[in-house]
């Protein structure tokens, strides 16, 4: 949220509607392409436009912008000039299947620079350090996750060995469960969930949670009540 409390700021933007976009409804996820495949023209457009153009209702568009964290819609359309004054944070398109090797070249090295540049404009130093801390001190770490998101936790689980930490990745739920419940106060979990409502990552950081270590969900994850930090995988 900006200092005038009108949600979020243009660098972060994109990189929050990117984020959210698997957890939406049908509805909102057509408002949320729009405003990602071109934020200039849903800035220009008025509600009742938008509507037509998305084939939403105005109701569900209020609600949109309500979950980005804006007041409105007016509120979210300000952000939207904003972010569409900075042509090199707007995603450059999905492939498709007659896209020139050339073209296929640019949208992935694109996407890749522009989930790093997501990546650090959610992140803060101070919550990044808490994390760092945590891990570092951890008797055991567990990383959970499934299927893509899997590999990922794979990978935190390897790197994280080679600098000398007891670390374990789960992909099946129920060994997940069962060392999740076998964690005591000071590990750590990590849950790696692109759209953060995973229900096979949600379950055993909850067990975690349960048992008294620290959890780290991805960015995109609801912030929990209790003591959190942000996934930095």
């Not at 004054?85 to 949208?107: C, F, M, N, T, Y």
């Not at 990044?128 to 567990?142: C, K, P, Q, T």
Request: proline residues 7%.
């Amino acid at each position: 949220m900006d200092d005038n409390g009108n949600g979020l700021r243009a660098d972060t933007l994109v990189a929050t509607v990117r984020g959210v976009l698997p957890s939406l409804t049908p509805a909102a996820q057509t408002v949320a392409r729009l405003i990602l495949e071109d934020p200039a023209t849903v800035a220009r457009s008025t509600i009742t436009e938008l509507s037509a153009a998305s084939g939403t209702s105005e109701a569900t568009i209020v609600r949109t912008a309500r979950l980005l964290g804006f007041a409105g819609y007016p509120q979210l359309r300000l952000a939207l000039a904003a972010a569409a004054a900075q042509p090199d944070r707007l995603v450059p398109g999905d492939l498709a299947p007659d896209d020139p090797l050339s073209e296929v070249i640019h949208k992935v090295a694109r996407a890749e620079s522009e989930a790093i540049n997501d990546t650090v404009a959610q992140l803060t130093s101070e919550r990044l350090g808490l994390v760092v801390d945590a891990i570092v001190g951890a008797r055991r770490i567990d990383a959970y996750g499934v299927s893509a998101s899997g590999l990922v936790a794979e990978d935190v689980a390897q790197k994280l060995m080679r600098i000398g930490l007891s670390s374990h990745a789960f992909q099946d739920a129920h060994l997940a469960l069962t060392s999740a419940v076998l964690l005591r106060e000071g590990d750590v979990a990590i849950g790696i969930s692109t759209s953060g409502e995973t229900p096979d990552v949600i379950e055993p950081l909850t067990r975690a949670k349960e048992a008294g270590p620290p959890r780290s969900p991805s960015p995109t994850t609801p912030a929990p009540r209790s003591r959190s930090w942000p996934n930095t995988c």
